[in-house]
């Protein structure tokens, strides 16, 4: 998602305005919310308190805040991670570790700053220096277990891009832990970036074990100068065996011959093979392109006295959730030998029987 920020920044400046001067309580109930953030609550956003809002895509939480309460709302976040990060240092210190503390506590004081000084005091921007501005930023963060061997991952990354000289901010978090044997290991990186105009941050750990498994991911982007922060985070506590992709093959007789000497019909049978995926697999079959009973790895059917071309198709479905599927296709040629009529040779005798069987059945 890249934001358009040039009307939401003039509105937002605007309404920062209105909370600098006097009467700030009752004009606040009165005036609309800024146009972006009327189209982030169409999009499907939640307000979730006064200057928030939240919500929840491909399992990464997305908060977006904005004004003096979304300023504070930040700064209570910081100081609750603050706490569990020096719970963490305590009982397994590191210098990755506090780093990332040391990091976080300089957000928490140039937020704390940027309270201080008022709201009204901040280094705001008017509506006319916005109309030749592009300001963009973007923030992702995704954690999961590894599917190259047994373990987490973690990456995450964001920017805060400005053409026109406003600073802003951006910071990306991971981390992953898991236990393989008795052996607990660790990984964490960040990476801030700070008060530049254009600024990019990523960041990404990974770690193997199977058991106390757990990453997270972190990233942001915001602007003390605009009032304006975008985080997204995300975690996971899986570290199951990686899963190879569902595939399957197919197999059967390229080429089935019937005449009327020694042999008229015959039962021809095509195989599925699947691998991977999560076994406990079912079947579905076609025939030249329509459904067929049978459920099983095989196919069998009967053909007397025909000359012509079978397209053979299965449809394989494993028992994941939610479950994936698999096809293959095969083609079998049916030549037919007719017996002999009275105006032609004998079977034992006839010198252009095998020229005939060579020749692709006419449909």
Known sequence: MKFR??????GLCLSIALSAGPGFAQAQELKP??????????????KVAEGVLQRTEWGQVETFTYGEEGLRWTARKLEARLEFLEKEYASNPSEELAG????????????????????AGADLVSPDELMNCSISYWATAAADRRTDVVGVTANASAYFHSNCGHIGNSYAYARAEATAGTVFTT????????????VDSAASAAVSGSTTCYSEAFAKAWSPQLNITYEVSDTNYSCEPPVTPLQTSLSGPSDVWLDDYSQSCQTVTWYASPSGGTPGYTYQWYVNGYAVAGTGSSLSRTYCSTNQGVEVRVVVTDSSYPAKTAESTFFTWIYYEPSCSSNCTCYEEDPWREERMLRPPVF
């Open 5 to 10: 920020l040039l009307s939401f920044v003039v």
């Open 100 to 119: 990332i503390i040391q990091s976080l506590e300089s957000q928490l004081i140039e937020t704390d700053d940027v309270m201080t000084s008022g709201v």
């Open 187 to 198: 990984k964490t990186q960040e990476d801030p970036r700070l008060d530049s105009s254009w």
């Open 33 to 46: 919310e800024p146009e972006l953030v009327r189209q982030m609550l169409q999009e499907g956003w939640s």
